[in-house]
């Protein structure tokens, strides 16, 4: 079942402030991804990795095409639905892991963390938030910190914690064990096939080929525009 | 308008001689929605807050609300009585400076206790219970519920004015630069304040602010303003990290990290 697709989907980015630069990053982009599949973008830095997948979130806007998401048993077009859908379908069908933690001041990484949980009490979103966080060997004693000052690694299994708390039934990884030792990096593979397992599908950036071939079923190339064609 | 919508805007226009304030604003809100308004000094936003919420009429254009019965009311066509308790129940308003909201000469108690009051309470001993329920709820010990707030600090001035706006339960509430001038440190609590009190009562809230991390951090969807004109809108983080108009590219471009 297709879970995620694209058509003819393209993105430029015209900076006006540098007098009206274009860059095309994305043209006619086909792409599909099943549930329980897992497929990774691969492509030379700068190709336009990271771009498709945050337009896939409705972060960055699409320039044409369709985005299509299977949201409540409906195909939801991304590109043209209404703030308010966008921000519907991210709350219960399309999970977003980033590279790099936003930290909120204040807030301490368990709350983060049980903030992104759905449809449960706060009591057991807290409980799933402890246990996600512990398996991520996230020590007890940085819970209750805001995770301003931990380390890059550790935001990181912070931010990964928060992106597989709500299970969505669609997730987006962008470089998700990129600062994590093996170990860990571990987890977090074991972490995607259980995912996949339960029917989610996954897209993601992986540089790390160890990892891609551990998770990945496809390969979507993305290619340079100047070499496309 | 929308089936669902709880505020909408058409068509609102205000000059102040060679000065426009706004020219052909639309906007609508949803239920536990928060929108933020943005853009720089002079560009309108304030001015748009005063139109939505009644305290200042347009030009032309049209204001809705949806009540909670769920009957449309046009707010610069009610009665001024009508208005006026919608402001002192179903909205609330928190200006930047807490002293235009909050009654000095009266106790913090007292300045959360008179909007219950306001609203039809009479029993003395729940009003101050539920003060006081609402001063910790804002971070303010309870026994400061008896004291001025001129003894108080900016940063809890900003608290209690909060409390006093909360404690009638508001559908929607304005907000103008709500952290304006509070150092960093008080800001960042009062924004998680603020964000988790909004979020757990479901409130919807149109929030000024000219400052992006604030949008950031609270509002699903943002408008951003120039003389006037709304030049983008949409969700909040595509419209700052995917601005698509030159000033929105300009505004985005001018802070560090947003
Ligand atoms: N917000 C943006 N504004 C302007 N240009 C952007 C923006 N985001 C990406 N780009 C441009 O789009 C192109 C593709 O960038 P992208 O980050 O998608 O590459 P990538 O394939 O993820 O590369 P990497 O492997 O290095 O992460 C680059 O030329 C980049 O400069
Ligand atoms: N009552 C008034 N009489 C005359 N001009 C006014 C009045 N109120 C606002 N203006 C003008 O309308 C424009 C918009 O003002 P407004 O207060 O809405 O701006 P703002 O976006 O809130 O700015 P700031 O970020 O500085 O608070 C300004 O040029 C202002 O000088
Ligand atoms: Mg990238
Ligand atoms: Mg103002």
Same mark, same amino acid.
């Given at each position: 079942?297709i879970?995620?697709?694209?058509?003819?989907?393209?993105?430029?980015?015209?900076?006006?402030?540098?007098?009206?630069?274009?860059?095309?990053?994305?043209?006619?982009?086909?792409?599909?991804?099943?549930?329980?599949?897992?497929?990774?973008?691969?492509?030379?830095?700068?190709?336009?990795?990271?771009?498709?997948?945050?337009?896939?979130?409705?972060?960055?806007?699409?320039?044409?095409?369709?985005?299509r998401?299977?949201?409540?048993?409906?195909?939801?077009?991304?590109?043209?639905?209404?703030?308010?859908?966008?921000?519907?379908?991210?709350?219960?069908?399309?999970?977003?892991?980033?590279?790099?933690?936003?930290?909120?001041?204040?807030?301490?990484?368990?709350d983060?963390?049980?903030?992104?949980?759905?449809?449960?009490? /706060?009591q057991?979103?807290? @409980?799933?938030?402890?246990?996600? #966080? +512990? &398996?991520?060997? $996230?020590?007890?004693?940085?819970?209750? *910190?805001?995770?301003a /000052?931990?380390?890059?690694? @550790?935001?990181?299994?912070?931010? #990964? +914690? &928060?992106?597989? $708390?709500?299970?969505?039934?669609?997730? *987006?990884?962008?470089?998700?064990?990129?600062?994590?030792?093996?170990?860990?990096?571990?987890?977090?593979?074991?972490? $995607?096939?259980?995912?996949?397992?339960a029917?989610?599908?996954?897209?993601?950036?992986?540089?790390?080929?160890?990892?891609?071939?551990a998770?990945?079923?496809? $390969?979507?190339?993305?290619?340079?525009?100047?070499?496309?064609? | 308008?929308?089936?669902d919508?709880?505020?909408?805007a058409?068509?609102?226009?205000?000059r102040?001689?060679?000065?426009?304030a706004?020219?052909?604003?639309?906007?609508?809100?949803?239920?536990?929605?928060?929108?933020?308004?943005?853009?720089?000094?002079?560009?309108?936003?304030?001015?748009?807050l005063?139109?939505?919420?009644?305290?200042?009429?347009?030009?032309?254009?049209?204001?809705?609300?949806?009540?909670?019965?769920?009957?449309?009311?046009?707010?610069?066509?009610?009665?001024?009585?009508?208005?006026?308790?919608?402001?002192r129940?179903?909205?609330?308003?928190?200006?930047?400076?807490?002293?235009d909201?909050?009654?000095?000469?009266?106790?913090?108690?007292?300045?959360?206790?008179?909007?219950?009051?306001?609203?039809g309470?009479?029993?003395?001993?729940?009003?101050?219970?539920?003060?006081?329920?609402?001063?910790?709820?804002?971070?303010?010990?309870a026994?400061?519920?008896?004291?001025?707030?001129?003894?108080?600090?900016?940063?809890?001035?900003?608290?209690?004015?909060?409390?006093?706006?909360?404690?009638?339960?508001?559908?929607?509430?304005?907000?103008?630069?709500?952290?304006?001038?509070?150092?960093?440190?008080?800001q960042?609590?009062?924004?998680?304040?603020?964000?988790?009190?909004?979020?757990?009562?479901?409130?919807?809230?149109?929030?000024?602010?000219?400052?992006?991390?604030?949008?950031?951090?609270?509002?699903h969807?943002?408008?951003?303003?120039?003389?006037?004109v709304?030049?983008?809108?949409?969700?909040t983080d595509?419209?700052?990290?995917?601005p698509?108009?030159?000033?929105?590219?300009?505004l985005?471009?001018?802070?560090?990290?947003?």
């Open positions: 079942m879970m995620l697709e694209t058509e003819n989907l393209s993105k430029n980015f015209l900076l006006h402030l540098q007098g009206g630069v274009r860059i095309d990053v994305l043209r006619g982009v086909d792409f599909s991804v099943q549930a329980g599949e897992c497929v990774a973008l691969t492509g030379p830095s700068g190709a336009g990795k990271t771009t498709l997948l945050r337009s896939l979130y409705g972060n960055y806007r699409a320039g044409g095409g369709a985005i998401v299977r949201h409540e048993g409906a195909m939801v077009d991304i590109v043209t639905a209404s703030p308010r859908l966008v921000v519907e379908v991210r709350d219960r069908t399309l999970g977003y892991v980033s590279q790099f933690l936003r930290v909120v001041p204040r807030v301490s990484a368990l983060i963390v049980a903030d992104a949980a759905r449809g449960v009490s /706060t057991q979103a807290h @409980e799933m938030a402890a246990a996600l #966080l +512990a &398996r991520l060997n $996230i020590p007890a004693r940085l819970h209750g *910190l805001p995770p /000052t931990f380390s890059g690694g @550790e935001q990181q299994r912070i931010n #990964l +914690a &928060r992106g597989f $708390i709500g299970s969505h039934p669609i997730l *987006l990884l962008d470089e998700p064990t990129a600062s994590l030792d093996n170990a860990n990096r571990d987890i977090v593979i074991e972490m $995607i096939l259980e995912a996949k397992a029917g989610k599908a996954v897209v993601g950036i992986f540089h790390d080929t160890f990892v891609r071939d998770v990945a079923n496809r $390969i979507f190339n993305v290619l340079p525009l100047q070499d496309a064609a | 308008m929308n089936d919508t709880l505020l909408s058409r068509g609102l226009n205000l102040f001689g060679a000065v426009t706004l020219d052909q604003v639309d906007c609508d809100l949803w239920p536990g929605e928060v929108l933020a308004i943005v853009g720089e000094s002079g560009s309108g936003k304030t001015t748009l005063n139109v939505l919420s009644g305290r200042m009429a347009p030009q032309s254009g049209v204001v809705w609300y949806r009540d909670p019965n769920g009957h449309l009311v046009d707010v610069h066509a009610m009665p001024a009585p009508a208005l006026r308790a919608l402001h129940s179903d909205w609330g308003f928190v200006h930047q400076n807490p002293r909201n909050l009654r000095m000469g009266v106790t913090a108690g007292g300045n959360v206790g008179e909007r219950l009051m306001a609203q309470s009479r029993h003395y001993g729940n009003i101050r219970a539920e003060a006081i329920a609402w001063l910790e709820q804002v971070e303010i010990d026994d400061r519920v008896d004291h001025l707030p001129r003894t108080f600090s900016g940063g809890m001035l900003q608290r209690l004015q909060i409390a006093r706006t909360l404690v009638t339960h508001p559908r929607l509430v304005f907000m103008d630069e709500p952290t304006g001038g509070l150092d960093v440190s008080v960042a609590r009062l924004l998680d304040l603020i964000r988790s009190l909004v979020r757990r009562l479901g409130i919807a809230v149109v929030l000024v602010t000219h400052d992006l991390a604030v949008a950031r951090l609270l509002a969807r943002v408008m951003v303003m120039q003389r006037g709304v030049v983008e809108s949409g969700l595509q419209v700052l990290d995917d698509q108009h030159p000033y929105t590219q300009l985005v471009s001018s802070v560090l990290s947003a």
